[in-house]
């Protein structure tokens, strides 16, 4: 088994089972589950396979470079109207579902996949079977609230957005970009005091942060110097451009720039999975909800019912709701009626664990460790019965 950036997430090291499965029976039930997967070359082992998934791998080896019209598109934006971005915008996303390889805004082949191999070693040994719990608590989901402020005049809509979801008893996580507007320390101060947290969204962006390795590297020092500055410990990259290798000079406890499924990124592809995992040194904590804007002003959506669909998949599957929404947008009341919707929607659902990216990453973290979980669970023993396998939507409501 080669290690690799991916390689702490094998279905083994996830599940954290009691007793513990050989690596034979282990590899025996991801070899008969695997094809659940619908890779075009399954990989012969678990590190392989968890880097096609986690890792991108099965998008090709260019997955994480843009194209030279998307490149050239970032040197134009800055000349061009915003009602000419947001048209452009939205003649590439296009039918951007039928494009991806990824199932959207649903994709279950991986979150089954995991299941249905703990179900497999768990007849293969016969007995009681158990793993780690996913939640503290005995919760079935979590449920994760982030922000990005694009703007100045986002900046200035974001105590209002904070006050919204604090009337709904949520706290979320605020992510401000270092050098495109004047920071609002007192805002921040004042959001950190209230219970949420300051995240790092990119450097400037700009469309940029990703252009080279060079330039990254560059970007990357000052960005670990404004995580000092923001005591932030998370970081969302700009639009979702990403790279797990040059990424892990940041100094972070946890990233934000990935998600389950999205065709309508710049980099669209998708790492499949509603949980977090472990990325060589950060927590990735991958968004899975849709973004506010492709959600309302794309897809033209009036009402949250496709969160909500969402939703229900995950805490079906035990996974985590993460929901990337943006002060900028949810100035537009269109946006906003749809966001407030949803959160009404979730306080009357309620059983999840509301926490802050930090927390979770945290979580994650002790999880992965030895350490007895025991005060977590509120069982005794290492881990928590195994849940019902969900097989079809509804079985859990
Ligand atoms: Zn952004």
Same mark, same amino acid.
């Given at each position: 088994m080669t290690p690799n950036l991916w390689s702490q997430n094998t279905p083994d090291l996830f599940w954290q089972c009691d007793p513990n499965p050989t690596a034979e029976q282990w590899?025996? $039930?991801?070899?008969? @589950?695997?094809?659940? !997967?619908?890779?075009?070359?399954?990989?012969?082992? +678990? $590190?392989? =396979?968890?880097?096609?998934? !986690?890792?991108?791998?099965q998008f090709g080896p260019s997955r994480w470079?843009?194209?030279?019209?998307?490149?050239?598109?970032?040197?134009? @934006?800055? !000349?061009?109207?915003?009602?000419?971005?947001? $048209?452009?915008?939205?003649?590439? +996303?296009?039918?951007?579902?039928?494009?991806t390889p990824a199932q959207w805004p649903i994709e279950p082949c991986y979150a089954t /996949?995991? *299941?249905?191999v703990l179900s497999e070693v768990q007849a293969m040994t016969g007995?009681? !079977?158990?793993?780690r719990p996913l939640w503290p608590n005995g919760h079935p989901y979590a449920f994760v609230l982030t922000h990005d402020i694009e703007t100045a005049a986002g900046q200035?809509?974001?105590?209002?957005?904070?006050?919204?979801?604090? +009337?709904?008893? /949520?706290?979320? +996580? &605020?992510? /401000?970009?270092?050098?495109?507007?004047? &920071?609002?320390?007192?805002?921040?101060?004042? =959001?950190?005091?209230?219970? %949420?947290? &300051?995240?790092?969204?990119?450097?400037?962006?700009?469309?940029?942060? %990703?252009?080279?390795?060079?330039? /990254?590297?560059?970007?990357?020092?000052? &960005?670990?110097?404004?995580?000092k500055d923001f005591q932030a410990v998370g970081f969302r990259a700009p639009l979702m451009h990403r790279e797990p290798e040059w990424m892990q000079v940041l100094e972070i406890d946890y990233d934000l720039s990935f998600f389950d499924t999205d065709p309508y990124e710049p980099m669209p592809g998708g790492v499949m999975?509603? *949980?977090p995992y472990f990325v060589g040194r950060f927590v990735e904590l991958p968004y899975t909800l849709a973004q506010d804007h492709t959600l309302v002003k794309v897809l033209g959506e009036k009402t949250p019912h496709l969160w909500l669909q969402k939703v229900h998949f995950i805490e079906q599957n035990r996974g985590m709701a993460l929901i990337n929404t943006h002060p900028d947008y949810l100035m537009d009341s269109a946006v906003m009626e749809v966001y407030i919707s949803f959160l009404r929607h979730m306080k009357a659902r309620g059983g999840f664990w509301n926490a802050l990216p930090?927390?979770?990453?945290? *979580?994650?973290?002790?999880?992965?460790?030895?350490?007895?979980l025991d005060e977590f669970s509120g069982l005794t023993g290492r881990a928590v019965d195994v849940p019902i396998?969900?097989?079809?939507?509804?079985? %859990?409501?």
């Open positions: 590899q025996e $039930a991801i070899q008969k @589950k695997i094809s659940i !997967l619908g890779l075009p070359n399954p990989p012969p082992d +678990s $590190a392989t =396979l968890v880097e096609q998934i !986690l890792g991108e791998g470079h843009l194209s030279t019209a998307k490149r050239l598109y970032y040197e134009v @934006k800055p !000349l061009m109207p915003r009602p000419v971005i947001v $048209a452009l915008r939205k003649i590439y +996303s296009r039918g951007a579902e039928d494009e /996949f995991l *299941w249905e007995g009681i !079977l158990r793993h200035s809509f974001m105590r209002t957005i904070a006050d919204i979801d604090e +009337s709904f008893g /949520f706290r979320s +996580s &605020i992510n /401000f970009i270092p050098e495109r507007y004047k &920071i609002d320390y007192g805002l921040m101060d004042e =959001l950190r005091e209230r219970g %949420f947290e &300051i995240g790092v969204h990119g450097l400037k962006h700009d469309g940029k942060e %990703f252009q080279s390795k060079q330039v /990254f590297m560059q970007r990357a020092e000052r &960005i670990n110097q404004y995580l999975t509603i *949980w930090h927390e979770v990453a945290q *979580w994650w973290r002790r999880r992965a460790s030895e350490e007895p396998i969900p097989k079809q939507q509804g079985q %859990f409501a």
